[in-house]
T-cell receptor
Framework: GNSVTQMEGPVTLSEEAFLTINCTYT??????LFWYVQYPGEGLQLLLKATKADDKGSNKGFEATYRKETTSFHLEKGSVQVSDSAVYFCALSLISGSARQLTFGSGTQLTVLP | KAGVTQTPRYLIKTRGQQVTLSCSPI?????VSWYQQTPGQGLQFLFEYFSETQRNKGNFPGRFSGRQFSNSRSEMNVSTLELGDSALYLC????????????FGSGTRLTVV
């Protein structure tokens, strides 16, 4: 089946530190890959996406590159801010016929300290 | 542009009762999916509706059901509630075509006591 494995948290960083959250996937076929972010008490917000190999998704200083050879989609940010504190979910989407669904990783809690 | 609206935001029910949750997608979005989020199981796919038809279903018991109306609004229903059904239920809407990702609502927090 399809699955997503994320780096275990929680992750605690100081402001302006470099962030990497690892994500690897297993899928039958060629999935689209996503990073979602969840702030306390809220739903999920799409952070960035990549739909094919070697695509780089980017948004708000975050980046992730779709690596088919290593089945990975690691999230990076060069300088984190306190406002980046949230839970980050890696996800894949596969279309089977006309149906589609997201398969999520377990989430990584990020806390950024001032 | 209005986002995905889920009602109610919070709900407390007793074991054995039934509950209905509502989701209004972004205007023009015809696909609506539901997910359950719990601390133990994480985010799990419940079902997806498109043009009033369920086209995909996750691995949940028959107590969980849903439907979609002609205006794309969707409801999910859980009958004979169990304590383990306590969760955040998230609805997501999307367009057809390119797999651009879904837009999620803020969720309905269901507590079963």
């Amino acid at each position: 089946g399809n699955s997503v494995t994320q780096m275990e948290g929680p992750v605690t960083l100081s402001e302006e530190a470099f962030l990497t959250i690892n994500c690897t996937y297993t899928a039958t076929g060629y999935p689209s890959l996503f990073w979602y972010v969840q702030y306390p008490g809220e739903g999920l917000q799409l952070l960035l996406k990549a739909t094919k190999a070697d695509d780089k998704g980017s948004n708000k200083g975050f980046e992730a590159t779709y690596r088919k050879e290593t089945t990975s989609f690691h999230l990076e940010k060069g300088s984190v801010q306190v406002s980046d504190s949230a839970v980050y979910f890696c996800a894949l989407s596969l279309i089977s016929g006309s149906a589609r669904q997201l398969t999520f990783g377990s989430g990584t809690q990020l806390t950024v300290l001032p | 542009k209005a986002g995905v609206t889920q009602t109610p935001r919070y709900l407390i029910k007793t074991r054995g009762q039934q509950v209905t949750l509502s989701c209004s997608p972004i205007s023009g979005h015809r696909s609506v999916s539901w997910y359950q989020q719990t601390p133990g199981q994480g985010l799990q796919f419940l079902f997806e509706y498109f043009s009033e038809t369920q086209r995909n279903k996750g691995n949940f018991p028959g107590r969980f059901s849903g439907r979609q109306f002609s205006n794309s609004r969707s409801e999910m229903n859980v009958s004979t509630l169990e304590l383990g059904d306590s969760a955040l239920y998230l609805c997501a809407s999307g367009r057809t075509g390119e797999d651009y990702g879904y837009t999620f609502g803020s969720g309905t927090r269901l507590t079963v006591v």
